[in-house]
């Protein structure tokens, strides 16, 4: 499979799409000023401890406070909270673990009253965002992730990824990490280091301990609420995760965000840093470029059209998702009706997978097949979508289909659910339902151009309108000019006519020479 990545950069945000075979998979948005992301490292303090729900809320510093269950501190938390008292105090200089004392884990079973008091000051890690009215739900199981290794502060275990099949991959890989492992952390070797060599590993583990050490050292001063490490943005955690011999390209709009890349993809894998490609087209935007701002209008709607006609309806609630497949007007005459609910329902198992993964829902989901009563058909489907959603990166459980054409899913919930507005107020009436007379609107758009030639003195402009109006616009004869060599010869301006499909009747914006908006 080839996999491109565009990165859109704008003053606010950074999105990030990933095509694959130039079809957009997954869509990710950034907020330049985020916070609370899954995997930042923030020193909180506890504000409650609830012995009812067995767990207690602690300030990170969000407007709500964060959630710590029981069951997510972590075998070693009593090791942690050990290891922040004496940082704190002074006792323990430097982040290297070799002569730290780690105390027994804590019971499986246990209460959250016996291992954390009201008021102490604690060390965690976003586990899932803040999602709706919900604030993060954090851990104290630590844990920093890298291109090929995860490091565990504590642990002193050593784990495989259990998708290197390989036995003697396996025991290589173990045998490394025993001798390059600094003592009192533990390893897990992720599915992409099958195959590397022990500098590359080492490097990563390296980068991993020298992390460590930062927070540790901000650790020493810092007042709580405070993020003591972030984890790595967004997009170089998508570099991380799925960087491999099926990346083709990453394009990027952003010069030192290019700069930046080229940095990282050379020292993680200097082979392929010829595959970021900075793009400095200043016309087209670069998701128009590469066809993805159509491809979000068309799939984040309510209903998503499939090629041979069929469509899947969307339904968001408080507690879950719920998707219906219809067949339109998909129907085969010559098919028999179980023929045709088959073909159907085949091709919307793999537009399921693609929305779980492009729309990031998490929760249960609920997928409404369309109706088949051969056992074989409804098997073949089961095994279709478990199929498509096995390069689904969050962890999910797929139920066989009931009695009723249904099939559930619940499906890792990290982060809050990728939502883009497709419906857009019309800008010639403002959602009003009434528009100016047309009669009127060639003479506005004289009249801008007037005030903007005189008062504004731009000299070279293009206008961007409807193509039907374009064509009103720049339409001439043999013995009359058009509108446009009019405007331009009375009002002493270089003019340019484009259409532009997307807009509506009544929009229309002025560019200037550099192909900046003219806002008025």
């Known amino acids: 499979m080839n996999y491109d990545l565009v990165i859109n950069s704008t003053p606010n945000e950074v999105v990030i799409a990933l095509l694959n075979e130039k079809r957009l998979v997954e869509l990710h948005r950034e907020k330049n000023n985020s916070r609370f992301s899954v995997g930042d490292i923030y020193f909180g303090k506890v504000k409650k401890v609830m012995t009812g729900l067995n767990a207690a809320f602690v300030d990170v510093g969000y407007e709500k406070d964060a959630f710590l269950h029981y069951l997510d501190l972590g075998p070693q938390a009593n090791s942690l909270y050990k290891f922040v008292e004496q940082t704190r105090s002074g006792k323990q200089n430097v982040s290297n673990l070799m002569y730290f004392k780690n105390l027994p884990d804590i019971k499986k079973e246990g209460k959250i009253n016996e291992i954390v008091k009201s008021g102490q000051q604690i060390l965690v890690q976003v586990a899932k965002e803040p999602i709706s009215a919900k604030g993060p739900r954090i851990t104290s199981e630590i844990s920093l992730a890298g291109r090929y290794l995860v490091l565990i502060p504590f642990a002193d275990k050593i784990s495989v990824s259990s998708k290197i099949k390989s036995f003697e991959e396996k025991n290589r890989l173990k045998q490394l990490m025993q001798t390059i492992k600094p003592k009192n952390f533990g390893v897990i070797v992720r599915t992409v280091a099958e195959g590397k060599s022990v500098t590359e590993l080492e490097n990563d583990l390296n980068d991993l301990v020298g992390r460590w050490d930062e927070c540790h050292k901000t650790l020493k001063t810092a007042q709580p609420p405070h993020r003591v490490l972030g984890e790595v943005d967004r997009t170089n955690a998508i570099l991380r995760d799925f960087l491999n011999a099926s990346f083709n390209n990453i394009h990027v709009n952003d010069k030192k965000l290019f700069d930046e890349l080229k940095i990282y993809i050379r020292n993680i894998a200097p082979e392929k840093e010829s595959i970021a490609k900075f793009y400095d087209n200043t016309k087209v935007p670069i998701f128009d ?100 959603m096995k390069t689904d990166r969050a962890k999910h459980n797929i139920l066989p289909p009931s009695k009723f054409g249904l099939i559930q899913i619940t499906r890792q919930r990290l982060r809050p659910e990728v939502n883009v507005e497709v419906l857009e107020t019309c800008p010639a009436c403002n959602g009003s339902g009434k528009i100016q007379p047309s009669l009127l609107f060639v003479d506005q758009i004289e009249n801008t151009l007037r005030f903007i030639a005189s008062e504004q003195n731009e000299k070279e ?57 003219i806002v008025l």
């Open 289 to 388: 470029h590469f066809g993805i701002e159509k491809q979000i209008k068309s799939l984040f709607g309510k209903t998503v059209h499939m090629k041979t006609g069929a469509y899947l309806v969307v339904e968001h609630t408080e507690a879950l998702h719920v998707i219906d497949v219809n067949s339109g007007n998909r129907a085969k005459s010559d098919n028999t009706q179980e023929q045709n609910a088959f073909e159907v329902n085949m091709e919307a198992a793999i537009e399921v997978a693609r929305q779980l993964k492009l729309r990031d829902m998490g929760g249960i989901i609920v997928v409404d097949f369309i109706d088949m009563h051969n056992q074989e058909n409804r098997k073949l489907l089961f095994d279709k979508l478990k199929e498509e």
């Open 461 to 517: 402009l293009t206008l961007n309108v409807h193509p039907y109006i374009e064509a009103f616009i720049t339409k001439g004869s043999l013995f009359k000019k058009s509108l446009a060599k009019k405007w331009a010869a009375t009002h002493k301006v270089k003019l340019k006519i484009q259409a532009q499909a997307s807009y509506t009747f009544m929009e229309y914006k002025f560019l200037n020479k550099d192909h900046e908006e």
